[in-house]
């Protein structure tokens, strides 16, 4: 294990995290680490296509201070900022011989960005697409959800295309250090009808999917009164688009059914047949719907309180993150769901202390990772699910920690008096600026570089301060939590893994003990496909993009 200590205590300082600033990548394990400047809610990787090679992008949101709170009732405007960062063409065993960085950022006005989620595959541009001079190359198409109840699609170019653009634009000085844009969105997603359309009616947005199969044209949104809308992006109908006078568009859902009590959670498409969508609400149900019959459920199940579900693609079932306010003793952690279709009883996954916040799940490696309140990432090899697990053996070998973050005093070192053992006491602060006053970070990674001799392996080094539970660290504000995980769904970059929380700081993993000889010769034959494709167009007249590609950016 490695350890890194982040706000310590003079004069051992390793890292003093400031706003957009990055570290360098481990020489050995190639992970990454940076700070985007406030505590982190909304995560996702922009998808590449397979053997691209192509720099990978995560586009982040962060809460504006480090001590913000949001409410869930009613609608919320404010500002926002949405990070695009650059991560280098980092591959499934090698990294990148750069920092991290800042690629670009966009500035909105439509309160605090619960979900976002990206058009899965068809939306990238080869960076040397040829355009009108007005255009750039897109990098990607990405779907936000705002606490004002609105969906926003945005445009995202290439970041040389944009740079390059600000370099035009600006004679007269040096261009700012950082590229943060003002622009408009290609289309504005709304509940509601033309005659009566408010965002008002169903509350705030709270979660995204968008349709897994080709041509990814349906998206679906899940609100705070427990609606549940679908919007078909390719529909022509006049009664769900409308052309607004800054050119955009406004487009109004196809279908909307009230799936929960409560504010939906979470949304999940299967990704093998698109006709089925699970949803999760604060109901505490889980809900399987078939889109062709949506008058009553498939299967509703209600357990605890859960707070995000995946759906691996060859399973017909779910695995589920919860919340332990309604887990009974022992069972708080992961479990795997059946959707009904094979009929056996939940498969506990991984058992943890604390609420889980955040789990991703990786097609490609059959794995999932999940991050918890008590600043654990783990991740878990699943089993065949298509049979009965119960029946697995060992299960507890099938999962690893990935990195554990304990928030530690800058005290000094006490004596117990009866057993005359070290101990520390335990780490305070109701704030951001008291926490970071009188604690520190400290980070202890596992090395992943191979699982040879991993079980007989020490274990981690324990803190100095006792093993505590979640509900004693309820009083202080809780620095270590890790609130979102994401698998890359690249298969360039499909071992790396990003996690960030609420101290802001975002870490960069790569998991290459779990890159497999198929994987390396499938990404040889992949890129030897792309070469080829882009190879053969280069020696034709190049692609002329379309109006959605036009980006009207404003410093």
């Known amino acids: 294990a490695t350890e890194l200590c982040v706000h310590p205590p003079p004069p051992c300082a390793h890292f003093l995290p400031c706003r957009f600033n990055a570290l360098q990548p481990h020489e050995e394990r190639l992970d990454m680490t940076f700070f985007v400047g406030g505590p982190i809610w909304a995560m996702e990787w922009c998808p590449t296509p397979e053997g691209s090679m192509a720099p990978q992008y995560v586009a982040i949101s962060c809460n504006q201070g480090m001590d913000d709170r949001h409410s869930l009732v009613g609608l919320h405007t404010g500002p926002a900022l949405l990070q695009l960062w650059e991560l280098g063409p980092i591959q499934q065993d090698t990294g990148s011989a750069t920092k991290p960085g800042l690629a670009y950022a966009i500035a909105t006005s439509h309160g605090c960005i619960w979900d976002m989620k990206f058009c899965p595959s068809g939306a990238w541009e080869f960076p040397a697409t040829r355009r009108k001079s007005f255009q750039m190359?897109?990098?990607?198409?990405?779907?936000?959800?705002?606490?004002?109840?609105?969906?926003?699609?945005?445009?995202?170019?290439?970041?040389?295309?944009?740079?390059?653009?600000?370099?035009?634009?600006?004679?007269?000085?040096?261009?700012?250090?950082?590229?943060?844009?003002?622009?408009?969105?290609?289309?504005?997603?709304?509940?509601?009808?033309?005659?009566?359309?408010?965002?008002?009616?169903?509350?705030?947005?709270?979660?995204?999917?968008?349709?897994?199969?080709?041509?990814?044209?349906?998206?679906?949104?899940?609100?705070?009164?427990?609606?549940?809308?679908?919007?078909?992006?390719?529909?022509k109908s006049l009664l769900q688009r409308i052309r607004q006078p800054n050119g955009s568009l406004k487009l109004y859902p196809f279908h909307c059914l009230l799936a929960h009590d409560h504010a939906v959670r979470n949304i999940q498409w299967c990704k093998s047949n698109s006709n089925f969508i699970v949803t999760a609400g604060n109901d505490r149900k889980i809900k399987f719907w078939d889109l062709r019959r949506l008058h009553e459920p498939i299967n509703s199940i209600k357990r605890f309180l859960s707070t995000e579900i995946a759906w691996l693609l060859p399973y017909s079932g779910i695995t589920v993150a919860q919340d332990n306010c309604y887990a009974s003793f022992g069972l708080c952690g992961i479990h795997y769901l059946d959707a009904g279709y094979l009929g056996f009883r939940a498969y506990f996954v991984a058992?943890?202390?604390?609420?889980?916040?955040?789990?991703?799940?990786?097609?490609?490696?059959?794995?999932?990772?999940?991050?918890?309140?008590?600043?654990?990432?783990?991740?878990?090899?699943?089993?065949?699910?298509?049979?009965?697990?119960?029946?697995?053996?060992?299960?507890?070998?099938?999962?690893?920690?990935?990195?554990?973050?304990?928030?530690?005093?800058?005290?000094?070192?006490?004596?117990?008096?009866?057993?005359?053992?070290?101990?520390?006491?335990?780490?305070?602060?109701?704030?951001?600026?008291?926490?970071?006053?009188?604690?520190?970070?400290?980070?202890?990674?596992?090395?992943?570089?191979?699982?040879?001799?991993?079980?007989?392996?020490?274990?981690?080094?324990?803190?100095?301060?006792?093993?505590?539970?979640?509900?004693?660290s309820l009083g202080r504000l809780q620095l270590e939590a890790v609130h979102k995980v994401r698998f890359s769904p690249n298969l360039d970059c499909h071992t790396w893994l990003v996690s960030g929380g609420q101290s802001g700081i975002v870490r960069v993993h790569c998991l290459r003990a779990l890159a497999s000889p198929p994987s390396r010769k499938l990404l040889l034959e992949c890129q030897a496909q792309f070469s080829a494709m882009f190879q053969a167009e280069g020696q034709e007249d190049g692609p002329v993009g379309n109006p959605a590609g036009v980006y009207a950016a404003v410093s």
């Open 137 to 235: 190359s897109r990098l990607g198409l990405l779907a936000v959800a705002f606490s004002d109840g609105k969906v926003l699609l945005y445009s995202l170019p290439h970041a040389q295309d944009l740079h390059a653009y600000r370099r035009a634009q600006v004679t007269d000085g040096p261009s700012p250090r950082h590229a943060i844009c003002k622009v408009q969105c290609v289309a504005t997603l709304q509940v509601g009808s033309i005659q009566a359309g408010s965002p008002s009616e169903c509350g705030q947005c709270f979660s995204l999917a968008w349709m897994p199969t080709k041509p990814h044209h349906q998206l679906a949104a899940g609100f705070y009164d427990g609606t549940v809308a679908l919007w078909n992006l390719s529909s």
């Open 351 to 472: 058992p943890r202390k604390g609420t889980v916040w955040s789990i991703s799940g990786s097609d490609w490696l059959n794995s999932i990772a999940a991050g918890d309140a008590t600043g654990e990432l783990v991740a878990a090899m699943m089993p065949d699910l298509s049979v009965n697990p119960h029946n697995v053996k060992r299960p507890s070998e099938r999962r690893f920690p990935i990195y554990k973050a304990d928030l530690l005093p800058c005290g000094p070192v006490g004596t117990d008096a009866r057993t005359g053992a070290s101990e520390k006491p335990l780490a305070e602060g109701r704030t951001y600026s008291e926490s970071v006053a009188r604690n520190y970070i400290h980070f202890q990674d596992t090395d992943l570089r191979s699982f040879k001799g991993f079980l007989r392996r020490k274990s981690r080094k324990q803190p100095l301060v006792p093993e505590v539970k979640e509900g004693d």
